[in-house]
């Protein structure tokens, strides 16, 4: 029993430089969430997909007028699967893009130490430790995005004004297939 409460008391105070302890609090995630913030969670995680193909789609085919196509089908004009039809279908030329760019900065994240906040007065970036885990470990990071950020433009601006591997307008001429939700090359 004594041990027990020697690791729960490890685990879950910190000792303060007079003696006393002070309660750390509980780890992970809030307990105590109103239902305004769940449902507003829940709304987001399962319609933000289709929010940003609502806004690509209405671009793509309604000059941004974001109403239109809500008032097309209100009218009977169309029909869902007419605006689904008409959005340009996933490419294999976009998900190459995707690929060669996440795999990019996964190499940048996994293998590239951060030496940014060795020059940049006020930036935390090397191996920073993270939250205490429920075990009471502490797990140490790698924090390097602001140089993975920096590499990947000065990469992109080299390549724009120097190396020519691919167009700087990559992304924009992909743009619809890059955000398309559907997968016709499975079909």
Not at 22 to 41: I, K, M, N, T
Not at 142 to 155: E, M, R, S, Y
Request: charged residues 15%; glycine residues 6%.
């Amino acid at each position: 029993m004594g041990e027990r409460r020697r690791a729960n008391a490890s685990r879950g105070d910190k000792k303060v430089a007079d003696g006393e302890k002070q309660h750390v609090g509980q780890w992970g995630r809030a307990w105590e969430v109103d239902y305004f913030s769940l449902a507003s969670v829940i709304f987001l995680l399962a319609f933000a997909p289709l929010i940003v193909y609502y806004f690509v789609m209405s671009c793509d085919q309604y000059q941004c007028a974001l109403t239109a196509p809500v008032l097309d089908l209100y009218s009977g004009k169309a029909q869902l699967s007419d605006i689904w039809d008409k959005t340009p279908a996933l490419t294999w030329t976009a998900v190459k893009i995707y690929l060669a760019w996440v795999s990019f900065q996964v190499f940048l994240y996994m293998f590239l130490p951060d030496i940014l906040h060795k020059f940049v007065p006020g930036y935390e970036g090397g191996v920073q430790e993270g939250a205490r885990t429920p075990a009471g470990l502490i797990n140490k990071y790698q924090v390097n995005g602001l140089q993975a950020w920096t590499i990947t433009h000065l990469l992109w601006f080299a390549n724009a004004y120097h190396f020519h591997w691919f167009s700087p307008t990559i992304v924009i001429d992909n743009w619809i297939p890059l955000h398309k939700g559907r997968t016709p090359l499975l079909e």
